[in-house]
């Protein structure tokens, strides 16, 4: 069955206090890996997708690599309004979105 | 451009009621999916519409049915509530052939 773990499930950094989110997974013929943004109360709102090993991609402080079993969401000298609930989910070969529970985020000014 | 649209986005029911949440997707979307978000886990796949078809659906009871419309906006439906029914009910939107799913603000649902 398809399966995505996220880790940990809250972590609290200090402004400007790199770290990384991680997203393991087991899925039947990976077409992509999301990650998404999710604040309180509001869907998710996109923010990458992967599609094979070694792909990374960058936006502002934020940066997501891909291996064959797991992915990372790195954060770079996060600020506080990057404070949410960062969601992590694959696509299968049938077509079917599996997601995490996600890990949330606190960073204190 | 607008995005994904829900409507209503709160909502109260009793147990037993029936419920009908809207969603109109992006603009350039014709694949409309819905998902259950209880609180502090993750979206659990409802069910995917596409050409005004039930595509895919998940775990989920035939109490949780839906339509596509021929302007590719979406209703889904509940029947007989229970408490157990109480979540985010999120709509995402995607074209066919990409695998993005841009999502809506959510209806929130909650069953007394």
């Known amino acids: 069955e398809d399966q995505v773990t996220q880790s940990p499930e809250a972590l609290r950094l200090q402004e400007g206090e790199s770290s990384s989110l991680n997203c393991s997974y087991t899925?039947?013929?990976?077409?992509?890996l999301f990650w998404y943004r999710q604040d309180p109360g509001k869907g998710p709102e996109f923010l990458f997708t992967?599609?094979?090993a070694g792909e990374e991609k960058e936006k502002e402080r934020l940066k997501a690599t891909l291996t064959k079993k797991e992915s990372f969401l790195h954060i770079t000298a996060p600020k506080p309004e990057d404070s949410a609930t960062y969601l992590c989910?694959?696509?299968?070969?049938?077509?079917?979105?599996?997601f995490g529970t996600g890990t949330s985020l606190t960073v204190i000014p | 451009d607008a995005g994904v649209t829900q409507s209503p986005t709160h909502l109260i029911k009793t147990r037993g009621q029936q419920v009908t949440l809207r969603c109109s997707p992006k603009?350039?979307?014709?694949?409309v999916s819905w998902y259950q978000q209880a609180l502090g886990q993750g979206p659990q796949f409802i069910f995917q519409?596409?050409?005004?078809?039930?595509?895919q659906r998940g775990n989920f009871p035939d109490r949780f049915s839906g339509h596509q419309f021929p302007n590719y906006s979406s209703e889904l439906n509940v029947n007989a509530l229970l408490l157990g029914d109480s979540a985010l009910y999120l709509c995402?939107?995607?074209?066919?052939?990409?695998?993005?799913?841009?999502f809506g603000e959510g209806s929130r649902l909650t069953v007394l």
């Open positions: 899925v039947s013929g990976l077409r992509g």
């Open positions: 992967l599609y094979s």
């Open positions: 603009s350039g979307h014709d694949t």
């Open positions: 519409y596409y050409e005004e078809e039930e595509r």
């Open positions: 995402a939107s995607s074209a066919v052939h990409t695998g993005e799913l841009f």
């Open positions: 989910a694959v696509q299968d070969s049938g077509n079917q979105f599996y």
